[in-house]
Nanobody, 123 residues
C-alpha cells in the first residue's frame, strides 16, 4: 500500500555534492520519523541521519557539518543534501520511514525502506 522511491544518486568527485530525494506514496495517514542509511561493500548498514516529523535532525558524527537532512511534509518527501563528499561516503543509500497507512478501514504502522540508490565518490 505504501512505497518509498529514491532518486539523486550518482558518481561525483571528492569534494563534490549530491542531493538525494525519497518520496513516499500510497494510502498514507501520517509519517513519523524519516531517515537515511547507507551500506558500503562488505560492511553493515549504518544510520546516516534521521529527522522527526517536527523537523529535528540527528546525524552520525562522520557526516556532521557536511550532510543536511530535511523533509517536505506536504510532499511526503525526505532529502539528504551531501556536500564535501569523500571516498568513504561511497555506498548504497537507503531511505527509511515510519508510516501509518490506511487498509480496510483501519490504520496500521510499519517501517518502510526505499530500494536504495548508489553514491560513488571518486578520489
Amino acid at each position: 500500500q505504501v512505497q518509498l522511491v529514491e532518486s539523486g544518486g550518482g558518481l561525483v568527485q571528492t569534494g563534490g555534492s549530491l542531493r538525494l530525494s525519497c518520496a513516499a506514496s500510497g494510502s498514507i495517514f501520517s509519517i513519523n520519523a524519516m531517515g537515511w542509511y547507507r551500506q558500503a561493500p562488505g560492511k553493515q548498514r549504518e544510520l546516516v541521519a534521521t529527522i522527526t516529523s517536527g523537523g529535528s535532525p540527528n546525524y552520525v558524527d562522520s557526516v556532521k557539518g557536511r550532510f543536511t537532512i530535511s523533509r517536505d511534509n506536504a510532499k511526503n518527501t525526505v532529502y539528504l543534501q551531501m556536500n564535501n563528499l569523500k571516498p568513504e561516503d561511497t555506498a548504497v543509500y537507503y531511505c527509511n520511514a515510519d508510516i501509518q497507512y490506511y487498509s480496510g478501514g483501519y490504520v496500521y504502522s510499519k517501517t518502510y525502506w526505499g530500494q536504495g540508490t548508489q553514491v560513488t565518490v571518486s578520489s
